[in-house]
């Protein structure tokens, strides 16, 4: 049981260039979601999709883009990179435990550099 | 607005003592859970222990407890002999039923051999 994989561990990109962060999770979770992590700002909530085919924003949804073709599947985009997206990534997924509590898991988690 | 406030960015205990790390939160909900999470060097976030708002008892997993006063809005973590293992950043979070988790900024602990 694999839980949720990120990939790439870590990636420097140009300002202007674009890339894919990707996120696949193996517990049939049907709540997807990635954060970002800045210092002294603890983690920020980017998009989240709560089904296949249903995405929404959250706090900070600016310069990103998702989409949720697979229930495993929840890709990352960045359209054109800029240096205020330097930051560790984060992917999760959730379940509803007995209580009713949304318990999330991580994935490792991917430090993004751009220059 | 939710809100989650850590007001100890960084703390210190010496291994075998026992170290207190507080949190403070805000939300008009009534029904919620709170949660601690671990982040060890390797990045990794690691969930630590859960409490439902609905339950007056405190949660404890192993060497580690909440105090949760539901009142005044506060949810501190309690870590019994600490362990070089220990030494973390530690963030409070809460959601509201829904999957979102709403993060404070972190404490970084560090144990002291």
């Known amino acids: 049981n694999a839980g949720v994989t990120q990939t790439p561990k870590f990636q420097v990109l140009k300002t202007g260039q674009s890339m894919t962060l990707q996120c696949a999770q193996d517990m049939n979770h049907e709540y997807m979601s990635w954060y970002r992590q800045d210092p002294g700002m603890g983690l920020r909530l980017i998009h989240y999709?709560?089904?296949?085919?249903?995405?929404d924003q959250g706090e900070v949804p600016n310069g990103y883009n998702v989409s949720r073709s697979t229930t495993e599947d929840f890709p990352l985009r960045l359209l054109s990179a800029a240096p205020s997206q330097t930051s560790v990534y984060f992917c999760?997924?959730?379940?509803?435990?007995?209580?009713?509590?949304?318990?999330?898991?991580f994935g490792a988690g991917s430090r993004l550099t751009v220059l | 607005a939710q809100t989650v406030t850590q007001s100890q960015p960084e703390m210190s205990v010496q291994e075998a003592e026992t170290v207190t790390l507080s949190c403070t939160y805000d939300?008009?909900?009534?029904?919620?859970?709170l949660f601690w999470y671990k982040q060890p060097p390797s990045r990794q976030m690691i969930l630590v222990i859960r409490?439902?708002?609905?339950?007056?008892q405190n949660a404890t997993e192993n060497r580690f407890s909440v105090n949760f006063q539901k009142a005044a809005k506060s949810f501190s973590l309690k870590i019994s002999d600490s362990q070089l293992g220990d030494t973390a950043m530690y963030f409070c979070a809460f959601n509201t039923g829904a999957n979102n988790l709403f993060f404070g900024t972190g404490t970084r602990l560090t144990v002291i051999p």
């Open positions: 999709s709560v089904g296949a085919g249903i995405t």
């Open positions: 409490q439902e708002a609905y339950k007056q």
């Open positions: 999760a997924s959730s379940y509803s435990s007995a209580s009713g509590a949304n318990v999330l898991t």
């Open positions: 939300t008009s909900e009534n029904n919620y859970y």
